[in-house]
């Protein structure tokens, strides 16, 4: 019997479990969490259980790459894999946490012991601490630097020409490696922080598990890129007679820091926000975000990098999605449901990292509060993932995801998502032919405000 198989029988009563998934904190500041020898083994043991269920493999790239270098091996093991090539597995998760979430039989409190992302995480910040992360990852994740140049008046118009220059992304696709067929988003001069910075108004009534007045954190996307959507959230919260307010300062919330490993950065920023966030709860502000990555930072992320951290868990506590927010208040009886327009057949797609909050369907919830409305919910993948849709090495690869959740979409007199940069990614997936709204924005248009 091979050693493989010896170890199956011995953890043979341990397959499978039928209780909640907890996590355990990332212990990041400790120094074994970089020792590669420690990292290598460890992902040579949850390498040999994912080889040994496959159950993941429709998820994202990560796993079919970690199968064929099993397949192609000498071994047909785990065992017969260089641990050079381990990186290559590791390039390719984008943290999207599904695998956890929805899929795996055996993440805590299974003894088995997998969580697949944190340790691609680790991976991640022992190779960016190796000090192997490219000059175009740091420039893409550099959100707040490339956001504040970028929506200067007249960087903003040459960005945003040049962005649609086929030269200019010829260019970019051999200098830094962004794919020219990549949709990158546009820049606004006019930022939300500068549309809606002063605006203001009376306190709604508190529920149960909502305060009634919200601190939006506008997040770098929704600030500079998108800003209508905030313009959006604000129409219908008010609408709703909740007043809503954003905050005096803001950093990126560390989503695309977290995803190069740069743990440090995203310590930096987290500080930064929760000295800026803290206040506001404190004086009994709740907190929204129009990007469910941020919210799920701020959520779930940031309690588990800084555990026990009293403001950190403070601020987590109080930080809503949208949607959330509005069903939430719907549940207490505080919600409009004076709807002008019916918004006919809705094809929803559900963000990974809305998905894997915890919260339940409330979009679809809310959505479906419109007369003559139905709403179809896409849960896979759209492949964009933060910066993987735009790099050259895996925009084709992101497409081929996302192709599903574009074919189900085609057809339905509106297509949504709420994450953004998804919308953008599965839009460009439909050739144009079908805008991919905001949900916010469709619940604006069927308020008719």
């Keep these: 019997m091979s050693e493989r198989s010896e170890g199956q029988q011995e953890r043979k009563s341990g397959e499978g479990s039928l209780e909640a998934p907890t996590r355990h904190p990332i212990r990041w500041k400790e120094p074994g969490f970089y020792d590669e020898a420690a990292l290598n083994a460890e992902l040579a043991r949850v390498f040999d259980v994912c080889h040994g269920c496959r159950r993941c493999v429709s998820l994202c790239n990560a796993f079919p790459t970690l199968f064929d270098l099993v397949d192609n091996s000498p071994t047909l093991e785990v065992d017969g894999v260089d641990k050079a090539h381990y990186p290559k597995v590791v390039e390719q998760c984008y943290l999207c946490d599904l695998c956890y979430m929805t899929k795996c039989p055996y993440v805590p409190p299974h003894p088995w012991n997998i969580d697949f992302p944190h340790l691609m995480l680790r991976a991640k910040a022992h190779s960016h601490r190796a000090g192997r992360t490219r000059t175009r990852d740091r420039i893409l994740g550099a959100t707040d630097v490339v956001g504040r140049i970028g929506t200067i008046p007249v960087v903003a118009a040459l960005a945003n020409a040049a962005t649609r220059s086929r030269p200019v992304r010829r260019l970019m696709d051999k200098a830094l490696g962004i794919h020219p067929d990549a949709p990158l988003p546009v820049f606004h001069s006019r930022t939300l922080r500068k549309r809606e910075r002063w605006r203001v108004g009376p306190a709604a009534e508190t529920t149960a598990e909502t305060t009634g007045k919200v601190v939006l954190f506008a997040t770098c996307y929704g600030n500079r890129h998108e800003p209508r959507i905030g313009e959006d959230l604000i129409a219908v919260f008010e609408h709703n007679g909740v007043p809503v307010r954003l905050t005096e300062d803001e950093v990126c919330c560390g989503m695309p820091r977290l995803e190069q490993g740069d743990l440090e950065a995203v310590e930096q920023k987290a500080r930064r926000n929760v000295a800026t966030l803290l206040p506001w709860?404190?004086?009994?502000?709740?907190?929204?975000?129009?990007?469910?990555?941020?919210?799920?930072?701020?959520?779930?992320?940031?309690?588990?990098?800084?555990?026990?951290?009293?403001?950190?868990?403070?601020?987590?506590?109080?930080?809503?999605?949208?949607?959330?927010?509005?069903?939430?208040?719907?549940?207490?009886?505080?919600?409009?449901?004076?709807?002008?327009?019916?918004?006919?057949?809705?094809?929803?797609?559900?963000?990974?990292?809305?998905?894997?909050?915890?919260?339940?369907?409330k979009t679809a919830e809310v959505l479906g509060l419109v007369p003559g409305t139905s709403t179809e919910r896409i849960e896979r993948c759209s492949g964009h993932d933060g910066t993987y849709g735009v790099k050259r090495e895996t925009h084709e690869i992101a497409v081929k995801i996302g192709r599903p959740v574009v074919s189900r979409m085609a057809g339905a007199d509106h297509c949504t998502s709420d994450c953004p940069l998804a919308a953008s990614h599965l839009e460009h997936g439909l050739s144009g032919e079908i805008p991919v709204s905001h949900p916010l924005s469709l619940l604006r248009f069927a308020y008719g405000i």
């Design 281 to 361: 709860v404190e004086g009994g502000w709740d907190i929204v975000a129009t990007v469910p990555s941020c919210v799920l930072m701020f959520k779930k992320e940031l309690p588990l990098l800084f555990p026990g951290d009293g403001p950190i868990e403070q601020v987590a506590a109080r930080f809503f999605d949208p949607c959330e927010y509005l069903a939430l208040r719907h549940k207490a009886g505080r919600l409009k449901t004076d709807f002008k327009h019916a918004l006919g057949t809705i094809a929803y797609h559900v963000p990974c990292h809305q998905r894997v909050q915890n919260i339940g369907p």
